[in-house]
């Protein structure tokens, strides 16, 4: 059985750092790609970062760009989202999801409407303080 489990958030101060993680059991991560996505209350699901095996590639959202870096350590089946210089507005219930993406397609874009992610995590609540 698949599962995606992320660690615990936590409580942050504007300008602080957060590291979070997705452990994947039930899959061999090398051949999908993985992503986090967020979500505030009363705001629509927003795509935060994916870090992509089949395109070697990593992605993120506007919000996020500069402050906040994915990484995945395949032989561990873990991916991580490194958070850096927090602000108020990333706080959220934050997600990771994975897609079956096997094979190497240089250039594909993680995020796409046309591959959808299928497995999602519980979530974990990330607050921040200004």
């Known amino acids: 059985q698949v599962r995606l489990v992320e660690s615990v958030g936590g409580l942050a101060q504007a300008g602080d750092s957060l590291r979070l993680s997705c452990v994947a059991s039930?899959?061999?991560?090398?051949?999908?790609?993985i992503a986090w996505f967020r979500q505030a209350p009363g705001k629509e699901r927003e795509e935060v970062a994916c870090?992509?095996?089949?395109?070697?590639?990593?992605s993120y959202g506007n919000s996020v760009k500069g402050r906040f870096s994915i990484s995945a350590d395949n032989g561990k089946n873990t991916a991580y989202l490194q958070m850096n210089n927090l602000k108020p507005e990333d706080a959220a219930v934050y997600f990771c999801?994975?897609?079956?993406?096997?094979?190497?397609?240089?250039?594909?874009?993680?995020?796409?409407?046309?591959?959808?992610?299928?497995?999602w995590g519980q979530g974990t609540q990330v607050t921040v303080s200004s």
């Open positions: 999801a994975k897609k079956y993406s096997p094979g190497y397609y240089p250039g594909r874009p993680c995020f796409s409407p046309d591959r959808q992610f299928d497995s």
């Open positions: 039930g899959l061999t991560l090398d051949y999908f790609d």
């Open positions: 870090f992509s095996n089949s395109g070697r590639d990593t």
